[in-house]
C-alpha cells in the first residue's frame, strides 16, 4: 500500500477548506492501495515523512513567508529526513494574501536541500479568496494520488 502525507497549516475556514479539497481530490482518485494521511504541520514526524510515497504541503504567507508551524515542521524533520527521502514526490499550495513569492522561494529553497521532486508547479494562490482555489487544490491531490497509483511519480 502506498502512502500520500498531506501536511498543512490551517488557520481559517478558507485554509481547511483548501486542505479537504486536497485530500478529497486524492479520494476522488479512487486508487485502492493508497493510505491519505492529513496532518497539521505540528503532528508531522520523521518517521512519518520517511515512510510516504509522496507529500502535499500546504501553508499560508505570514509576512512574507511560510507559517511558523511549517517552519517549525522543516526544522524537526529536515536533518532527520535529509539523507532517507531524496527524490520524494512533492507537491505544494500556497494561500498568499500577497505575492507568494518570499514563501516559494524559502520552500524552494528547503526542498532543493532535501532533495525532493516538484512533481508539478506549485500552486500559489494569490489575493483575496475565491472558490477556484478549491477546485485547484482539489485538482493537485487528485493529480498526486493517480501519479502514485500509475508509479509515474
Not at 502506498?2 to 486542505?19: A, E, G
Not at 506549485?122 to 479568496?129: A, E, I, N, S, T
Request: hydrophobic fraction near 40%; glycine fraction near 10%; include cysteine.
Amino acid at each position: 500500500m502506498k502512502k500520500l502525507v498531506v501536511i498543512s497549516n490551517t488557520p481559517s475556514p478558507n485554509t481547511l477548506k483548501l486542505r479537504e479539497a486536497v485530500v478529497n481530490g486524492a479520494h476522488a482518485a479512487e486508487v485502492a492501495d493508497l493510505e491519505i494521511v492529513e496532518l497539521d504541520p505540528r503532528e508531522a514526524t520523521p518517521e512519518l515523512i520517511m515512510s510516504t510515497d509522496g507529500l502535499i504541503l500546504g501553508t499560508t504567507e505570514n509576512l512574507g513567508y511560510m507559517s511558523g508551524l511549517v517552519k517549525d515542521f522543516f526544522d524537526r524533520t529536515y536533518y532527520p529526513c535529509l539523507d532517507h527521502t531524496q527524490g520524494l514526490p512533492f507537491a505544494l499550495y500556497i494561500r498568499a494574501g500577497h505575492d507568494g513569492t518570499g514563501t516559494l522561494r524559502a520552500i524552494r529553497t528547503i526542498v532543493t536541500g532535501l532533495r525532493w521532486k516538484f512533481v508539478q508547479e506549485p500552486l500559489v494562490l494569490q489575493g483575496d479568496f475565491q472558490d477556484e482555489f478549491a477546485d485547484q487544490c482539489h485538482d493537485l491531490g487528485n493529480a498526486m494520488a493517480l501519479g502514485l497509483d500509475l508509479g509515474i511519480l
